[in-house]
């Protein structure tokens, strides 16, 4: 096939090599210190979380009677073995000389360990209720833009109801009529959650689907669920993924005020919330103002790490941003 | 098959003839205007009110007309991506518009359709293989090796290479991206397209390549086209015949050459008349039209040119000339066309 000079230019393809889009964005994403500099320290954080009670001598619930509210960095020399939780097996043998790094605190648990107990705890709800809420959001507001009329009407109404309702009150109902868990407080959080994400999914699709490759799609033949979770879905998604970033750090203060406030994670169960509730005290805060700073400290550094992390997806997956 | 009523408005209302690929007959979209608390509809844009037309296997129909004029709503309303309110489409004996889900699908495979802006019509975020190859997955035609053949087939076909496969839109230019919204097109093998301005939003450098690929493939694999645009000398180019609309209406409907030479239709006269000539020293009576197009919620009274027609007389005021066949073969809907 002859094919003209000119023809031949055109078809080329740019000599230009395009990084494929995700590359891109770990890239950009990668050059936004401070953004890296508290994925890194997040990363950490969750590794100790996870990892730190294997090493510990301590287990979450172990008492030392004659010890409590010790200052950090207290030696001792354990009078009685430390044993397994729900079992006799021997964690820390009886003369060891142990070390509470973050002190104890009112019943002699050792601080630093309960604080990474209280972590999974406290990261698992705000993880779980993120990506279920937005999960759902994504979903309720893909389908309340795709479809629009009614269906969009009802999506959008519900989202102002559940809006005007008083979260505190309705919590403190709802503790006192069933037993407060940790899996009924995600379920509660989600359901009060998702209406952020599913206004912004909205948004984004009534833009989108009016664009041409839609149409596209349908004169292919294309069924509605293959459009909005094929075509419209990942197109609208990085303003999702930077809501869930920000999220994270809201649904950890909200659990922690929960938890303070005695309608979260109950007791013996460590949250950072409910950690900080039990050195609420004044006494507590004079004398022993370490109990009260270490959970503290962690909720800050989470939610702190988390803004910035979201700043920074959302200048990497902005594509006016680039470079 | 029963004989409809016949209309005033419709040239032709009769099963279709063995020739006739696709028949539009009395097609009519409104877009209603909601207003008020109630979100009543309190008026209706008429896109499309009354369009008449038949396009035989095989040829080119262009659709001419200035913006907002119901081009762009005809063709999607054809495809059903726009759901018409009321008029009939026959292809193949078969009426689209009131097709079941079912019987839809089958027919997309047949009618496919190339749009205006190669930026838009391909979706960013998938490889340009996929998008080619997703009507074939969705009707779940052959297995991925096959598909993938065919893929290859019909890129190579529309002059790019399986190289380009795993691509994504943006790494091509507007030409390019226009040659595989055509391949996506074309690998359904389908017997009629719909060309929505093709060419429009390209390098008139380019126009060119794309237009003469449209006619090559036309020859080879004996495609029907709708070719909208408003470049009168690109619907010339690539036409057998041409319909002229204004106003949602259909105002001319002839063979290309027929139209060019003896344009019948004031309108079409002054879009002629329009038309630049690469000859500076000829001298040429321009008609220059009055007024803008009236808006498509109110229009005119009688023939809906009249306020801006330099022939117009009191009859046009309130009586809607009726589309008829002036001369063999020559539709037009004015009363006093010459």
Redesign the interface.
């Given at each position: 096939m002859a094919v003209n000079a000119q023809e031949a230019e055109a078809l080329e393809v740019k000599e230009e090599q395009y990084e494929r889009p995700f590359v891109e964005i770990v890239k950009r994403f990668m050059r936004h210190r401070l953004a890296m500099g508290s994925f890194v320290l997040v990363t950490l954080l969750i590794l100790m979380v996870f990892l730190g009670p294997f090493f510990s001598s301590f287990t979450e619930r172990a008492q030392v009677l004659n010890h409590k509210n010790s200052p950090p960095f207290t030696n001792y020399v354990l009078e009685d073995p430390i044993t397994e939780e729900g079992s006799n097996d021997v964690r820390t043998a009886q003369g060891t000389e142990v070390t509470w790094i973050l002190g104890t605190d009112e019943l002699g648990r050792d601080l630093l360990t309960r604080l990474m107990y209280a972590g999974r705890v406290s990261l698992y709800i705000a993880f779980a209720v993120t990506i279920l809420g937005e999960l759902l959001g994504v979903i309720i507001g893909v389908i309340s833009g795709y479809f629009g009329g009614f269906v969009d009407a009802l999506a959008m109404r519900t989202v102002d109801f559940l809006n005007t309702l008083p979260l505190l009150p309705i919590l403190l109902v709802l503790t006192t009529i069933t037993k407060p868990s940790v899996n009924k407080l995600i379920l509660i959080l989600v359901f009060f959650g998702w209406t952020g994400g599913a206004r912004l999914m909205r948004g984004q699709i009534l833009s989108l689907r009016e664009q041409e490759f839609v149409s596209a799609s349908k004169a292919l033949g294309a069924s509605n669920t293959r459009i909005m979770f094929r075509h419209l879905v990942p197109n609208a998604l990085a303003p999702t993924i930077v809501n869930a970033s920000l999220g994270l750090s809201n649904v950890m203060i909200l659990e922690a005020a929960l938890s303070f406030l005695g309608f979260g994670v109950q007791l013996p169960n460590a949250s950072w919330g409910n950690m900080l509730r039990d050195a609420g005290t004044l006494t507590v805060l004079d004398k022993y103002p370490w109990r009260a700073f270490f959970p503290g400290l962690a909720i800050f550094i989470c939610s702190l790490c988390f803004n910035f992390i979201g700043d920074g997806l959302r200048d990497a997956l902005d594509p006016r941003a680039k470079h | 098959m029963t004989v409809a009523p016949i209309n005033e408005t419709q040239p032709r209302v009769q099963p279709a003839p063995a020739e006739d690929l696709l028949q539009v007959r009395d097609l009519k979209k409104y877009f209603p205007i909601k207003g008020g608390l109630l979100r009543r509809t309190v008026a209706d844009v008429k896109a499309l009110d009354g369009v008449s037309f038949t396009i035989k296997r095989g040829e080119t129909l262009g659709l001419v007309g200035e913006s907002g004029c119901g081009k762009t709503t005809t063709g999607?309303t054809i495809?059903r991506?726009i759901e018409a309110t009321s008029g009939e489409v026959i292809y193949n004996d078969q009426n689209v518009l009131t097709a079941s889900r079912r019987e839809?699908?089958e027919m997309?495979?047949d009618?496919?359709?190339v749009?205006?802006?190669p930026y838009?019509?391909?979706?960013?975020?998938?490889q340009v293989g996929e998008?080619i190859a997703?009507?074939l997955r969705?009707?779940g035609i052959g297995t991925a090796k096959e598909r993938r053949d065919r893929v290859v087939a019909v890129l190579e076909r529309v002059?790019?290479n399986a190289?380009?496969l795993r691509?994504?839109p943006?790494?091509?230019?507007g030409?390019?991206r226009q040659r595989i919204?055509i391949a996506?097109a074309l690998v359904?093998e389908p017997k009629l397209i719909v060309c929505d301005e093709p060419v429009s939003a390209l390098d008139v450098?380019?126009q060119a390549?794309v237009l003469n690929l449209l006619k090559d493939l036309q020859d080879d694999l004996g495609l029907t086209y709708l070719f909208i645009a408003h470049n009168l000398s690109v619907v010339e180019h690539i036409s057998n015949r041409v319909g002229v609309m204004y106003l949602g209406r259909m105002v001319e409907l002839t063979s290309r050459d027929e139209l060019f030479s003896h344009p019948m239709h004031p309108y079409t006269q002054a879009l002629m008349s329009a038309i630049p000539l690469p000859d500076p020293t000829v001298k040429r009576e321009r008609i220059i039209l009055q007024g803008d197009v009236p808006s498509p919620v109110n229009p005119p009274s009688g023939c809906r040119f009249h306020p801006r027609c330099w022939k117009a007389q009191e009859i046009c005021q309130h009586e809607d000339p009726v589309f008829e066949q002036k001369k063999p073969d020559h539709w037009v809907a004015c009363h006093f066309a010459e």
């Open positions: - | 999607r495809l991506l839809m699908r997309r495979r009618m496919q359709i749009f205006q802006d838009a019509s391909l979706n960013p975020r998938i998008s997703e009507g969705i009707h002059g790019m190289s380009h691509r994504f943006h790494e091509f230019s030409g390019q919204g996506r359904m450098s380019i390549q």
